[in-house]
């Protein structure tokens, strides 16, 4: 079965503050991508990262940062000095190679106060 | 990147009625698109893949006669809610992937009164 886990359902910063989003997975395959997406108030989804299965280098990106760790299947996501336009909720998915499906986590609401 | 576009972005229904929603891959072709729905507060959820030219794959728990898929082309999918409750009131959002990565529409909130 694939699962995708975010423990945290809401999470409140102050400006400047980093945070990090935790991301949780389940999977029997080998070949399988993670994935973050953003969700504003607005709704429509925001791509940030794709990362396949084989590849486990972090990657920055500005004030953007995950951390790929297969051993524990996690992939969290990590924003450094956060601004207030970053509040939103974050969702973290895997999509199966075999099944082409993309199975999301329940998200982390994110609220940054100025 | 690819886009996908989804229209109407919201739509207003009387309960029993049906609503189209339809989704489009404006510069790539997809033999699959996926449709999801997502209540407020709440995760996307699966619903069903579209498959060009044959029929829509459901999940668990979800009807197939209630919502209908229709996937004519290699551009288009629709989704119908059909005899509108509602219930049925939710944000509704599809996605196609040229290749690994999954591009989505804009969402299409559906509220029934």
């Known amino acids: 079965a694939q699962k995708v886990t975010q423990a945290q359902t809401e999470i409140s910063v102050v400006e400047k503050e980093d945070v990090t989003l935790d991301c949780v997975y389940e999977t029997r395959d080998t070949t399988y991508y993670l994935f973050w997406y953003k969700q504003p108030p607005s709704g429509e989804l925001v791509f940030l990262i794709r990362?396949?299965?084989?590849?486990?280098q972090n990657e920055i990106s500005g004030r953007y940062s995950w951390n790929f760790q297969k051993s524990t299947s996690s992939f969290n996501f990590t924003i450094t000095a956060s601004q207030v336009v970053d509040s939103a909720v974050y969702f973290c998915?895997?999509?199966?190679?075999?099944?082409?499906?993309?199975?999301f986590g329940t998200g982390t609401r994110l609220q940054v106060f100025p | 990147g690819a886009v996908v576009s989804q229209h109407p972005s919201w739509v207003i229904c009387k309960s029993g009625t049906s609503v189209k929603i339809e989704c489009r891959s404006l510069d790539f072709q997809a033999t699959t698109m996926f449709w999801y729905r997502q209540f407020p507060k709440q995760s996307l959820m699966l619903m069903a893949t579209?498959?060009?030219?044959?029929?829509?794959?459901?999940e668990q728990g979800v009807e197939k006669d209630k919502f209908l898929i229709n996937h004519a082309s290699l551009t288009l999918s629709t989704l119908t809610v059909t005899s509108a409750h509602p219930e049925d009131s939710s944000f509704y959002i599809c996605s196609a992937s040229p290749d690994t990565e999954a591009f989505f529409g804009q969402g299409t909130r559906l509220t029934v009164v």
């Open positions: 990362r396949n299965s084989f590849d486990e």
């Open positions: 579209s498959n060009e030219g044959s029929k829509a794959t459901y």
């Open positions: 998915a895997l999509l199966s190679y075999n099944t082409d499906k993309l199975i």
